[in-house]
């Protein structure tokens, strides 16, 4: 039998155990008990709660804390991912990451530009262990959001797979996952790092001028 207890367990970055995740988790299932129910009642909590925002990311050890995003009250897909994690482990739900590279084909020029690629790796989700197996959640774009981009919010019903919009809103393409770089108990970090500066090298500290240059954030570290 798996041992699950990696996947419950508070850790460096997703700390269960932090009062205000605990808080959180509980005020957004209310007497709610069943747990795949519980797990939606998160998903939307997560979902809107925090509005989506890729373009202030802290790499930093503490900046990748569950407990961190919660406080800023923003945060892009991994920092969602992970406060939906910790929120999950409060309620005894076990949770872990999966990270997969995908192209973003509308509504996101400006991203785009700040990353010089039309890719964009290690987008992160959440997979839960709900019913006998793990299901696949993104809360990652808030319900606002989606409106402005012209495509229906992700929903998330706790049995299937919930990954990302295959469509826009006119029936185009949006979302195309291109990469999967497998499952984690706990965010990476070392390894996200890795990744992301070989795909956007000008995003880093070291770089921190040229970027400046062209008007774009370096990652925070």
């Not at 269960?16 to 005020?27: E, L, M, Q, R, W």
């Amino acid at each position: 039998m798996e041992d699950f207890s990696k996947y419950l367990d508070a850790t460096a970055f997703v700390d269960s155990d932090n009062p205000n995740i605990v808080a959180f988790a509980y005020k957004a299932v209310g007497t709610i008990t069943n747990p795949v129910e519980q797990a939606v009642k998160l998903y939307y909590a997560v979902r809107d709660k925090f509005p989506y925002n890729p373009y202030e990311v802290d790499l930093s050890e503490h900046g990748l804390k569950a407990s961190t995003a919660m406080a800023r009250g923003y945060g892009y897909c991994v920092e969602k991912a992970n406060i939906m994690a910790a929120c999950a482990r409060v309620l005894g739900i076990p949770s872990r990451f999966g990270f997969a590279d995908v192209k973003n084909h509308v509504g996101t020029g400006k991203l785009m530009q700040v990353l010089q690629s039309d890719v964009m790796a290690l987008h992160g989700y959440v997979e839960l262990y709900l019913n006998g197996k793990w299901v696949k959640a993104t809360p990652a774009f808030n319900k606002e959001l989606c409106e402005k981009l012209n495509v229906a919010p992700l929903e998330f019903n706790g049995v299937d797979d919930s990954i990302f919009q295959e469509n826009d809103g006119e029936g185009g393409k949006f979302m195309e996952y291109v990469y999967y770089h497998g499952t984690y108990p706990d965010l990476p970090r070392e390894y996200m790092i890795q990744v992301l500066r070989n795909h956007y090298p000008h995003l880093f500290p070291e770089d921190a001028e040229a970027a400046a240059n062209m008007g774009a954030a370096v990652f925070k570290m």
